[in-house]
């Protein structure tokens, strides 16, 4: 289910193209992330349950506040990234959420005090032939100077966080809660 895809009510997104990660045609012009890893069969209500209770991201070692213990369109996140007091605040709201028989996740853009502007996409999704498979779609542009600073470190980061991240599901499938 898809709520609010033109961003309708949602002045504080930094960004246009809202919900552009849920049909993953990302617009020109930002930078792209995708990346796709197959999760172990059978794995798929874990899977998706990992993604949309912030699961995934605090096994990960992201610090999650959210304004809800689920993911769905209009729930505020607070995702911080780092060590200690070195923990950078990436405030972002959940734009589109789907959870049925075949995809499980969430879509969430950035709001201001974010290093960067865009839109992440984290999904489980069931093949027909029964395969499952997580995948991270983003795009984004600098919107702090630490990201600009950063180049392509930056962009090297959002690569290896999306590996992280799918590495991560593949380790909570294996030995589920």
């Known amino acids: ?21 849920r049909a993953g045609d990302l617009p020109a012009g ?16 874990a899977a998706g349950q990992a993604v949309l209770t912030w699961r995934l ?37 959940v734009v589109w959420a789907v959870d049925d028989a075949t995809g499980a996740g969430f879509g969430y853009g950035t709001l201001p005090g974010h290093p960067a502007r865009g839109e992440e996409a984290f999904v489980v ?3 027909p032939s029964g395969e499952v498979w997580f995948e991270v779609r983003a795009f984004s542009r600098p919107d702090r100077w630490m990201m600009r600073a950063a180049g392509p470190a930056g962009r090297a980061f959002q690569r290896a966080y999306a590996w992280w991240l799918g590495r991560t599901l593949r380790r909570l499938c294996a030995r589920p809660r």
């Open 125 to 127: 999704t069931r093949e």
């Open 1 to 21: 289910m898809i709520v609010d895809p033109k961003g309708a009510g949602v002045p504080d997104l930094t960004y246009p193209h809202v919900g552009a990660t």
């Open 30 to 45: 930002w930078r792209h992330v995708r990346h796709r890893v197959r999760l172990p069969d059978g794995a798929f209500e």
């Open 57 to 93: 991201h605090r096994a990960a070692g992201i610090g999650i506040d959210a304004t809800a213990d689920r993911a769905a369109p209009g729930v505020r996140v607070v995702a911080r990234l780092g060590v200690g007091p070195l923990r950078l605040p990436a405030p972002c709201q």
